[in-house]
């Protein structure tokens, strides 16, 4: 496979990969009737030389162009329904999410919310909301410029209550993308810390995706050579990027992302509660817990993990192994090793652990997680 061309994949989302993808998109807009678009990105992104390029080439193919970009770095209820407000003012036809993990999953639940106007928790998957997802969405692209979560290829958001900051899947197949430009240029000039991150956030999703403990052989393929391309490009991506090494990394992260429609587990469980206690970044979050929840995961599962450590090639194929590689990966990425690193303090604990125990991802971790379990995993990582 060479990355310097343009590929089609569907799975079942129409995939346009490869460097200069993103060049198509005016053209697809007008193609498909679609005048007014209401671009959902986050501050940081409305203010980049190639998000500006963006909007200037839809532009100049005459389009009306409606920028949104109040969002937080983990999303909350409110960042849904500001932007609601605006699609409401402006007259638009389509949403395009341009980002990472967080503009995506806001892009996905304005897109819900367009046509579904009781309160956004109602649609809580964890509550069975979904069969409230009764009336169509708006035309929904995604513009993935992290290689993180993946989340253009996904059915879900994860938004997160403004007080009591648990948070809550929106999920629907109608909330799908009809297409994803995925452009490993828009990746290029990511600083070294968030290549790292969200590098690290996608390999916890294979990883955890290929132990968690719902029977799907198709994900745990997927989930392997997710793991293969990581193990292969995160390195080069986060100290001396290049398009293969980009390339290598957006794939994975979109692979991360389908396998874990078979779940997740006791690491993501352990990140979530700091990113809404604390507004850790998610990817630094799993990255930094990611060598304690797995090692917490050995016992019982040591096959699955002879096989994760044939995958990365590791001499020794033990569950130890994969976990001392990983703890050396976040050092060669720059990512610390422990909690107190981040802002964690010793008060933080009973709080996190009640948090965590709360969190919808452990219930698919391949082996069950209590309180106690998530208070001394805290207090390990500390």
């Known amino acids: 496979m060479t990355f310097d061309k343009v590929y089609q994949y569907n799975f079942p989302t129409i995939i346009r990969f490869g460097a200069g993808a993103i060049k198509e998109l005016p053209a697809y807009l007008r193609e498909n009737g679609l005048k007014n678009p209401m671009i959902v990105t986050d501050p940081t992104i409305a203010g980049l030389s190639f998000f500006k390029e963006i909007v200037s080439n839809l532009k100049a193919q005459h389009l009306s162009v409606e920028v949104f970009s109040e969002i937080h770095k983990n999303p909350v209820k409110s960042d849904v329904y500001k932007g609601t407000e605006v699609w409401d003012n402006t007259s638009r036809d389509c949403i395009v999410g341009v980002g990472g993990g967080a503009a995506i999953d806001v892009a996905r639940s304005i897109a819900l919310r367009v046509n579904h106007r009781e309160d956004l928790f109602k649609y809580d998957d964890l509550i069975g909301g979904d069969v409230?997802?009764?009336?169509?969405?708006?035309?929904?692209?995604?513009?993935?410029?992290?290689?993180?979560?993946?989340?253009?290829?996904?059915?879900?958001?994860?938004?997160?209550?403004?007080?009591?900051?648990?948070?809550?899947?929106?999920?629907?197949?109608?909330?799908?993308?009809?297409?994803?430009?995925?452009?490993?240029?828009?990746?290029?000039?990511?600083?070294?810390?968030?290549?790292?991150?969200?590098g690290m956030d996608a390999l916890t999703h294979n990883l955890e995706a290929f132990l968690a403990k719902n029977p799907h052989p198709l994900c745990d393929g997927i989930a392997l050579e997710g793991i293969y391309l990581i193990k292969n490009s995160i390195e080069i991506a986060t100290n001396r990027p290049d398009l293969e090494s980009r390339s290598k990394m957006l794939m994975a992260s979109m692979m991360g992302a389908i396998a874990f429609q078979k779940g997740l587990g006791v690491v993501h469980s352990l990140a979530h509660p700091l990113s809404s206690l604390l507004d850790t970044h998610h990817g630094l979050a799993n990255a930094v817990n990611l060598p304690y929840g797995m090692e917490f995961n050995i016992s019982g599962f040591e096959e699955k993990f002879k096989r994760i450590a044939r995958t990365l090639e590791l001499k020794e194929e033990s569950g130890m192994a994969v976990v001392r590689y990983l703890s050396e990966l976040n050092s060669k990425v720059n990512i610390p090793d422990r909690l107190s690193e981040i802002g964690v303090k010793t008060e933080h604990i009973e709080t996190l652990a009640d948090l965590a125990l709360a969190d919808f991802a452990h219930p698919n971790n391949p082996k069950p997680v209590s309180r106690e379990d998530f208070k001394q995993l805290y207090l390990k990582a500390l």
């Open 132 to 198: 409230y997802v009764t009336n169509d969405v708006p035309h929904f692209i995604a513009v993935p410029t992290t290689a993180g979560t993946g989340s253009e290829v996904g059915r879900s958001a994860i938004i997160a209550d403004d007080e009591t900051h648990q948070k809550k899947i929106l999920f629907s197949p109608k909330l799908m993308a009809k297409i994803v430009f995925a452009d490993p240029l828009l990746t290029m000039e990511l600083p070294s810390f968030i290549t790292a991150a969200t």
